[in-house]
């Protein structure tokens, strides 16, 4: 099981004030929704605290005094005070929402135009897992920092201020007691804290590993069916997924301390409360000449120290919010801050209609600036012509068209068209102008015309139908179900993979090219299939610059030119007939793949004419 897990096990602090400001530069364009959010909470907020305090003249001045009266004018401002607080939670609700959704889709957004930006070395070292959950499950966390954490936070903390203002207008003494309990909570609340980080950590790596877990073994299921191996993966999941149960256990288990913590801490302070305030309760008419503590000040310091408590514990799931947000923040702005790209030019130099002349002037490259796979390559492909580059598994083939490409730069070298170099081309005009057919055909979900036509405004379905007629793929297009417009499913999995190979090449001609790369894109169909692709490519190739990479030497041998690379070397080069008459490495490969049916070929030959002598 993978365990490069080392971006999950390092969560960095519970709170990062450089994180923090950079996270808050994605609220500035609704500053103005953020800022009545703002205050809509606070407003909110205090109008909690204004309950006990009405509570509080309602007992002192109209119950004790039997005016009724004046009980039900506070009971109507009570009554308003409890609407204007569900209108003005709604308000703050529906606002923080409204932010946290927008500013999460702006974080979406520029995720995902940096990774189309990023080179494919990035792709090469990074799973797609990793990058989809950084897209989905990252972000996910930061939604409710946005919609839940920060305003909502302003609103737990105006809260307290509004309580114990209130607390120390009503009575100085008793407020002080009652406050008496805060070290209690503290050191309850900082236990707390360092307990659930440990334990937050914990959950973050075995979440990690699961999910790389399943990643693996979704897509080897069927490796572990063909072994026998499933029981051995269900074995290795129910251990890990077992660690993941025990952390989360570990976890509630601290809230579960935590929450009656904070109950008996509030207990404390109502015993405090009924214990001093009951000893020194005087009439209304004594406490406000001689100070002391009425019976409506105890009423309403009972109902301050439940209120008190409350965003006390909210706060403490803020905490947990803010811990997940600044992890995930930290892991999104390392994709974010990653510049690992094939760099544009300043001037790029303007082509216009490219006529397709490819060079390679003494190209080295190494992926790794160390071991390098190609060395010294130099050849040339005139517009119009099909040049075949054949050799061993890491000859280093593909690395050819990943530089025609510019999905890399050449370590030392040049690799021109049209006379000038890729590096002065800006890259969307470089590739316009090449279309590639891999061995490894991808499908997008969607119909099969939107995968010929990926899209593109100027193929229209004439150009759709044309393009698979011409290739041959119209074939098996007109036996589905819904033709052009049948879904292929996910990575097309309804569809052969000679079909789908049809579909690519139909792509390919769809684009209409200056260049064509076919990148061993026979090598996993049928010799039925071939023909057909094979009939077709002639027409295909014809008057445009062609690469044919092929392990199947039958398909390259009227190529213009035949280029033998050999550990990142060229090592020979020539039309079919010359390389087979020089007797090299060319010639033992053609030996090699044709010997036998060579050796068959004779068999039935002689069997035929031994037939014909008995008849």
Same mark, same amino acid.
């Given at each position: 099981?993978?365990?490069d897990?080392?971006e999950e096990?390092?969560?960095?602090?519970?709170y990062d004030?450089?994180l923090?400001?950079?996270?808050?530069?994605?609220?500035?364009? *609704?500053w103005?929704?953020? &800022?009545v959010?703002?205050?809509?909470?606070?407003?909110?907020?205090?109008?909690?605290?204004?309950?006990?305090?009405?509570?509080?003249?309602a007992v002192d001045s109209?119950?004790?005094?039997?005016?009724a009266?004046?009980?039900?004018?506070?009971?109507?401002i009570?009554?308003?005070v409890?609407i +204007?607080?569900?209108?003005?939670?709604?308000g703050s609700? %529906?606002?923080t929402?409204?932010?946290g959704?927008k500013?999460i889709f702006d974080?979406?957004?520029?995720?995902? /135009?940096?990774?189309?930006?990023?080179?494919?070395k990035?792709?090469?070292?990074?799973?797609?897992?990793?990058?989809v959950?950084?897209?989905?499950?990252?972000?996910e966390?930061?939604?409710?920092?946005? @919609?839940s954490?920060?305003?909502m +936070?302003? /609103?737990?903390?105006?809260?307290?201020?509004?309580?114990?203002?209130?607390?120390?207008?009503?009575?100085?003494?008793?407020?002080?007691?009652?406050?008496? &309990?805060?070290?209690?909570?503290?050191?309850i609340t900082?236990?707390f804290?360092?307990k659930?980080?440990?334990?937050?950590?914990?959950?973050?790596?075995?979440?990690?590993?699961?999910?790389?877990f399943?990643?693996?073994?979704?897509?080897g299921?069927?490796?572990d069916?063909?072994?026998?191996?499933?029981h051995?993966?269900?074995?290795n999941?129910?251990?890990v997924n077992g660690? !993941?149960k025990?952390?989360?256990?570990?976890s509630?288990?601290? *809230?579960?301390?935590?929450?009656?913590?904070v109950?008996?801490t509030?207990?404390?302070?109502?015993?405090?409360?009924?214990?001093?305030?009951?000893?020194?309760?005087?009439?209304?008419a004594?406490a406000?000449l001689?100070?002391?503590?009425? &019976?409506?000040?105890?009423?309403?310091f009972?109902?301050?120290?439940?209120?008190?408590?409350?965003?006390?514990r909210?706060?403490?799931?803020?905490?947990?919010?803010?811990?997940?947000?600044?992890?995930?923040?930290?892991?999104?702005?390392?994709?974010?801050?990653d510049?690992?790209?094939?760099?544009?030019?300043?001037?790029p130099v303007? &082509?216009?209609?490219?006529? /397709?002349?490819?060079?390679?002037k003494d190209?080295?490259?190494?992926?790794d600036d160390?071991? %390098?796979?190609?060395k010294?390559?130099s050849?040339?492909?005139?517009? /119009?012509?099909?040049? +075949?580059?054949v050799?061993?598994?890491?000859?280093?083939?593909?690395?050819?068209?990943?530089?025609l490409?510019?999905f890399?730069?050449v370590?030392?070298g040049?690799? *021109?068209i049209?006379?000038?170099?890729?590096k002065?081309?800006?890259t969307?005009d !470089?590739?316009?102008s090449?279309a590639?057919?891999?061995?490894?055909?991808f499908?997008?979900?969607?119909s099969v015309?939107?995968n010929?036509?990926?899209?593109?405004?100027?193929?229209?379905?004439d150009?759709?139908?044309?393009?698979?007629?011409?290739i041959?793929?119209?074939?098996?297009?007109?036996?589905l179900?819904a033709?052009?417009?049948e879904d292929v499913?996910?990575r097309?999995?309804?569809i052969s993979?000679?079909?789908?190979?049809l579909?690519?090449?139909?792509?390919?001609?769809?684009?209409?090219p200056?260049i !064509?790369?076919?990148?061993e894109?026979?090598a996993?169909?049928?010799?039925?299939?071939?023909?057909?692709?094979?009939?077709?490519?002639?027409k295909?190739l014809?008057g445009r610059?062609?690469?044919v990479?092929a392990?199947r030497l039958?398909t390259?041998?009227?190529? @213009?030119?035949?280029?033998?690379?050999?550990?990142g070397?060229?090592?020979e080069?020539?039309?079919?007939?010359e390389l087979?008459?020089l007797?090299?490495? %060319?010639?033992?490969?053609?030996?090699l793949? %044709?010997k036998?049916?060579?050796?068959?070929?004779?068999?039935?030959?002689?069997?035929s004419? +031994?037939?014909?002598?008995?008849i």
């Amino acid at each position: 099981m993978p365990q490069d897990l080392h971006e999950e096990e390092i969560l960095g602090k519970a709170y990062d004030a450089r994180l923090m400001r950079r996270l808050l530069r994605y609220l500035k364009p *609704y500053w103005m929704q953020v &800022v009545v959010a703002v205050l809509v909470t606070i407003a909110y907020s205090g109008l909690g605290p204004l309950r006990p305090y009405l509570t509080k003249i309602a007992v002192d001045s109209y119950i004790e005094t039997s005016n009724a009266s004046g009980l039900f004018h506070i009971i109507l401002i009570l009554f308003g005070v409890i609407i +204007a607080q569900a209108l003005l939670r709604y308000g703050s609700a %529906y606002l923080t929402q409204w932010i946290g959704q927008k500013t999460i889709f702006d974080i979406r957004m520029e995720i995902f /135009g940096h990774l189309q930006t990023l080179g494919v070395k990035y792709f090469d070292r990074n799973p797609v897992g990793r990058l989809v959950t950084r897209v989905t499950n990252d972000v996910e966390a930061l939604n409710d920092l946005f @919609s839940s954490g920060i305003v909502m +936070a302003f /609103g737990d903390v105006f809260t307290i201020i509004w309580i114990l203002g209130f607390m120390f207008s009503l009575n100085l003494t008793l407020a002080l007691v009652t406050l008496t &309990v805060i070290p209690v909570l503290d050191y309850i609340t900082m236990l707390f804290r360092k307990k659930v980080r440990s334990s937050y950590r914990e959950i973050r790596i075995l979440i990690a590993r699961i999910n790389a877990f399943l990643q693996e073994h979704i897509s080897g299921a069927i490796v572990d069916q063909i072994y026998n191996r499933e029981h051995k993966s269900f074995g290795n999941f129910d251990e890990v997924n077992g660690k !993941l149960k025990d952390a989360n256990i570990k976890s509630v288990f601290y *809230y579960a301390l935590f929450y009656p913590g904070v109950e008996l801490t509030s207990g404390l302070a109502v015993g405090l409360i009924i214990w001093y305030g009951g000893s020194h309760l005087v009439p209304e008419a004594f406490a406000k000449l001689h100070g002391g503590i009425s &019976v409506g000040i105890l009423i309403a310091f009972l109902q301050y120290t439940e209120q008190f408590f409350t965003p006390i514990r909210d706060l403490s799931e803020k905490y947990n919010i803010l811990q997940t947000a600044m992890a995930s923040s930290e892991r999104i702005f390392k994709v974010v801050d990653d510049k690992t790209v094939v760099p544009e030019p300043v001037n790029p130099v303007q &082509v216009g209609n490219i006529k /397709g002349k490819i060079e390679f002037k003494d190209v080295t490259f190494a992926y790794d600036d160390q071991n %390098y796979v190609l060395k010294n390559v130099s050849f040339t492909a005139n517009p /119009g012509e099909t040049v +075949a580059i054949v050799g061993a598994t890491g000859a280093g083939k593909t690395s050819i068209v990943n530089l025609l490409l510019r999905f890399y730069d050449v370590s030392k070298g040049g690799v *021109y068209i049209d006379s000038h170099n890729l590096k002065d081309m800006s890259t969307a005009d !470089l590739r316009k102008s090449i279309a590639v057919v891999m061995q490894d055909v991808f499908l997008f979900s969607g119909s099969v015309g939107y995968n010929i036509s990926l899209g593109s405004e100027t193929i229209d379905g004439d150009k759709i139908k044309q393009a698979a007629k011409l290739i041959g793929a119209d074939n098996f297009i007109d036996r589905l179900p819904a033709g052009y417009s049948e879904d292929v499913k996910e990575r097309g999995a309804a569809i052969s993979v000679g079909q789908k190979q049809l579909i690519s090449f139909a792509r390919a001609l769809a684009f209409d090219p200056r260049i !064509l790369v076919l990148d061993e894109a026979t090598a996993n169909i049928d010799t039925e299939t071939e023909q057909v692709i094979q009939q077709a490519t002639e027409k295909l190739l014809k008057g445009r610059t062609s690469i044919v990479i092929a392990h199947r030497l039958s398909t390259i041998q009227h190529a @213009s030119k035949i280029i033998v690379l050999h550990k990142g070397e060229i090592r020979e080069q020539g039309t079919h007939r010359e390389l087979v008459a020089l007797g090299g490495i %060319y010639y033992r490969l053609y030996q090699l793949q %044709y010997k036998d049916q060579e050796r068959l070929a004779q068999k039935v030959k002689l069997k035929s004419e +031994a037939l014909r002598e008995k008849i």
